[in-house]
């Protein structure tokens, strides 16, 4: 492509000339020869003493996937940059990355490339799965300091620290689903809210009057006071920090959102003790492929203490590990 060959001292000089007259092609980034600079040039050359040359241009970097912009910052063999994941997780200013075990050991210089392509002021890596009764993420800080960010997803504000409290984007359709149903003068019992991933929407967009949202890990409560603020719904929503089951009334939730994995089967009495007759209980849980939808039925009947219900509906929230789906049945009390 075409190029004006300007010494280093000038470039500045006959760039802003050039962008003036419309005449520098945005399209190519300036390249270097020796101490040349080239810019980019459209039409005649309007400076008869700078010399017009053919030039090996690369396009710029907004029409080109961070991927490549990424690999081009790292100094690690041809063959590993192929495995630079083009998936990642923004939180705010946070970027959460899973890295394939031959690029571990060049981890930090490749989460200083992503945070400079990616404009983000802190890397972290995931190293394994969401572990305990509070969920607790594992990860370690590879670039920056600053862990504590606000994430905002659908007009609603969360502020949180990945390195202490999950955050999963998988559950993000269901988040959705929340936010669109028509909860106006109802009272609700989030029975595991943990920063508010279903407390807020619920409040800040599906109208809920009340939402009561329990939970037993302070750091999460901590947060999810912080996004009750930021989300301005403190008339609506009180927190009950502690364990769901010791929550005290019966009776008294026209939905309860059961927003946990593994063992929630278990939390299925308190569930049916707390919902109001003719309400809803969403109850999440992760079953065996083979376990679909029997496997659902059986857990709620089971912990329905015999309290006639039907099923309204059920459906995958997210794939959760081989043949494991973490799945969402409403399930209408009677
Ligand atoms: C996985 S997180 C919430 C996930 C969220 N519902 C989502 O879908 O993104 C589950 C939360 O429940 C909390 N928790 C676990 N057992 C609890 C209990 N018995 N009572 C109250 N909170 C509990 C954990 O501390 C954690 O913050």
Redesign the pocket.
Known sequence: MIAIAVPKTRADEVKDRLNRRRQLDLEWRPGRKGDLVLLPLKGDNPFPELQVVEADLFPQDRHRPPQERIAEQLDIPNELKTLLPEKYERLGHVIVLRLPEPLLPFRREIAEAYAKVLKARTVLLEKGM?RG???RPDVELLFGEETETTHSESGILYRLDPTR????SG?FD??LRMASLDCRGETVV??????G??TMPLAAKAGAEKVIA????PE?IRFLRKNIELNRVADKVTVFG????DLPGEGLADRV?M???NVTWQ?LPKAFSLVKKGGMIHY?DTFSIDRIPGGIVENVRNGSGGRPFEIAGIRE?KSYAPSISHMVADVRVL
């Open positions: 969401i009764v509070e969920r409290v999950m955050f999963s559950n269901e988040k989030d029975m595991f809210a943990g920063i991933y279903f329990c939970e037993i890990n999460a502690g364990d769901n089951r959102v927003g946990y994995v939390f999440q929230v």
